[in-house]
């Protein structure tokens, strides 16, 4: 069964400081891996996307990267601010239909003045 | 350009009420999805549409029904709603395949007493 795995479930950080999201999957075969955010009362809304060749994509502050043999990706948010506080998904796609995105719950970041 | 609109909002039914959840999206795409978001749970697939004229069962589409109007429209309808369907509901769309980047809607927030 596909699964997609974050942690921590939460994390309160201090304005300006870094942090590092984590997801592990089990998701055959692997097609790409989205990083969403989601501002609370809000859809999600896409971040990043890296196919299996790619390790590392960035989006201003906003820094992904991917292994492909172990199966985890991590988010790395630089110098935080307050609008970053949100839920941040982990997204999976396999390769095959259109129902194959695994989802994962999410990790919620509290960025504290 | 909108997006992906959805309406209403919020919702409060009675159990056994029935409703329509309405979503349109201005973006030409040709895929289209509804999710239910739950409190410590990943977005789920309840239903999709891969192209105008076809619609197809995802994760749990037990107690709901939906359609492609055209293009633009994808509705989802509870018939007999029950208290297990209080959810926020996300409707997406993405260009094509369902690995394509997914735009959300804001999402309606559904009560079922």
């Known amino acids: 069964k596909n699964q997609v795995e974050q942690s921590p479930q939460s994390l309160i950080i201090l304005e300006g400081k870094n942090c590092t999201l984590q997801?592990?999957?089990?998701?055959?075969?692997?097609?790409?891996l989205r990083w969403y955010k989601q501002d609370t009362g809000r859809g999600p809304v896409s971040l990043t996307i890296m196919t299996f060749s790619e390790n590392t994509k960035s989006n201003g502050r906003y820094t992904a990267t991917l292994d492909a043999d172990t199966k985890q990706s991590s988010l790395h948010i630089t110098a935080s601010q307050l609008s970053d506080s949100a839920s941040y998904i982990c997204v999976v796609s396999a390769k095959s239909g259109y129902s194959t995105l695994t989802f994962g719950k999410g990790t919620m970041l509290l960025v504290s003045p | 350009n909108a997006g992906v609109t959805q309406t209403p909002k919020f919702q409060v039914l009675k159990t056994g009420q029935s409703m329509t959840l309405q979503c349109a999206q201005d973006m030409n795409h040709n895929s289209m999805y509804w999710y239910r978001q739950d409190p410590g749970m990943g977005l789920r697939l309840i239903y999709y549409s891969a192209s105008e004229g076809t619609t197809d069962k995802g994760e749990v589409p037990n107690g709901y029904n939906v359609s492609r109007l055209n293009k633009r429209e994808f509705s989802l309808r509870l018939e007999s709603a029950a208290p297990s369907q209080t959810s926020v509901y996300f409707c997406a769309s993405s260009l094509d395949r369902g690995t394509d980047t997914q735009y959300f809607g804001p999402g309606t927030r559904l009560t079922v007493l």
């Open positions: 997801c592990n999957y089990t998701v055959s075969p692997f097609s790409n």
